[in-house]
């Protein structure tokens, strides 16, 4: 089996039970996501501290979670990383960005991105990679990483290079990519790695944040 047709299994967590059901129906139809359970902020944050360790969950087969934080303000968390798997939390704007990015959530989308980047993001942070809206990168990244006149001069991607880094952007890893462009993993390898050092990139997220503020991504 690819990684492709591997289904993630995650918990929708929201307060609103109309924006839990809308999420639920939004990902149904995404053919890697299985939703096995879905639950208000308080009773998920009752799972993690009454349990003490991931197994002990009554979702224990759970591969992430995704959070539709809604505008309510962030005041019942803890001060510390509490959580154990992967999080993708869908945010309406960057007021609680620098918060949850502080306890180690990593993959922060719009409450409007489509399900495919919600399921790619999920799927990145399986990786162990992040994956941010290009409107919340300020919130996270100091000025200075952003600022027009500390980017230097770079080549011009080729037209591959700009394909490549389009599904960067949406969150796809090495193989998906090789897969959507019927190419093979190591030239995929290879455009990424000719991709962070024309932008002068040391991760994704940077070479993401550095084509956006350059004009090369859309997002």
Do not use: Y
């Not at 996501?33 to 944050?45: G, H, K, R, T």
């Not at 180690?104 to 941010?132: E, N």
């Not at 037209?159 to 019927?182: F, M, S």
């Amino acid at each position: 089996m690819s990684e492709l047709d591997v289904i993630a299994s995650v918990a929708i967590v929201a307060n609103d039970p109309l924006a839990r059901a809308g999420l639920a129906t939004l990902l149904a139809a995404e053919p890697n996501c299985e939703i096995i359970a879905q639950m208000s902020l308080a009773d998920w944050l009752a799972d993690l501290q009454s349990a003490e360790s991931v197994n002990d969950w009554p979702e224990s087969q759970l591969d992430g979670v995704i959070w539709d934080v809604g505008w309510e303000p962030l005041t019942a968390l803890p001060d510390e990383e509490p959580f154990p798997l992967p999080v993708v939390a869908l945010l309406p704007d960057e007021t609680a960005v620098p918060q949850l990015w502080s306890l180690g959530i990593q993959s922060l989308l719009r409450r409007d991105a489509p399900a495919a980047a919600i399921v790619a993001a999920m799927r990145t942070a399986l990786h162990g990679l992040a994956t941010i809206d290009p409107d919340f990168v300020t919130a996270v990244l100091p000025e200075s990483l952003l600022s027009f006149n500390t980017l230097p001069e770079f080549t011009e991607l080729t037209p591959r290079e700009n394909e490549v880094l389009v599904l960067l952007a949406e969150g796809l890893t090495n193989k998906a990519i090789a897969h959507q462009l019927e190419i093979s993993d190591h030239t995929v390898k290879f455009h990424v790695n000719a991709i962070l050092g024309k932008l002068n990139a040391q991760s994704r997220t940077e070479a993401v944040v550095q084509a956006t503020r350059l004009g090369l991504l859309l997002l």
